[in-house]
C-alpha cells in the first residue's frame, strides 16, 4: 500500500540539524495519519506522498516549516515564591498566553535558569529557531480505521 490521503503510516526516522548533529534519535516510530491532519510537518508529509513500505526520504525544514521563530516574548523572568517550591532547570509548567490576544491559550513554558530568587521561564518549543533534517524511512502503511478519521489523528498502537 502507498502512502495516501487518510492512511496510517508508521516512519522509522531521525532528526538531525543541518550540521548532522543529532536532534531526535527516533526510538521510538513516529505513527501519524497522512493527508493534510496536521500529524506531521506539511512538507514533510508532502515529500512522503506515494512512497511505500521501505521508501526513505530526506527533508530540510527551515524553522519557519518546523516548530517556528524563536519568540523572545515567550520568554518571561518569575520570582520564585510564585513558582512551585520544587522548581529546578528542565521541569515544565503551564502558563497562559501573555498577549492579549490569547487570552485562553495555554502555554508550556520550561525553566531554563534560576538566578537568586528568580527563575527564567521559556515558552519556546525547545527546537524553535532551528532549521532541522528529517531522515524518515515507511515501516509500515494502513488505511485509517473510522475512528481515527473522525478523530483526525492515529491511534496509538499501545
Excluded: W
Amino acid at each position: 500500500m502507498n502512502v495516501i490521503k487518510n492512511s496510517v503510516v508508521t516512519l522509522n526516522y531521525r532528526v538531525t540539524n543541518p550540521e548532522g548533529v543529532e536532534v531526535d534519535d527516533g526510538k521510538e516510530p513516529l505513527i501519524y495519519l497522512h493527508g493534510g491532519h496536521d500529524d506531521l510537518f506539511p512538507k514533510l508529509e508532502e515529500a512522503l506522498d506515494g512512497k511505500t513500505i521501505g521508501d526513505t526520504v530526506t527533508v530540510r525544514l527551515h524553522a519557519d516549516e518546523a516548530f517556528g521563530e524563536y519568540d523572545p516574548e515567550l520568554v518571561q523572568i518569575e520570582p520564585l515564591d510564585k513558582l512551585p517550591e520544587e522548581i529546578e532547570i528542565g521541569m515544565e509548567l503551564e502558563g497562559e498566553a501573555t498577549d492579549e490576544d490569547d487570552d485562553d491559550e495555554v502555554i508550556v513554558y520550561r525553566v531554563t535558569e534560576i538566578n537568586g530568587d528568580e527563575a527564567t521561564l521559556d515558552g519556546n518549543h525547545p527546537l524553535a529557531g532551528q532549521a532541522l533534517v528529517f531522515t524518515c524511512t515507511v515501516a509500515a502503511v494502513r488505511p485509517a480505521t473510522a475512528e481515527e478519521l473522525a478523530n483526525g489523528t492515529a491511534e496509538s498502537e499501545d
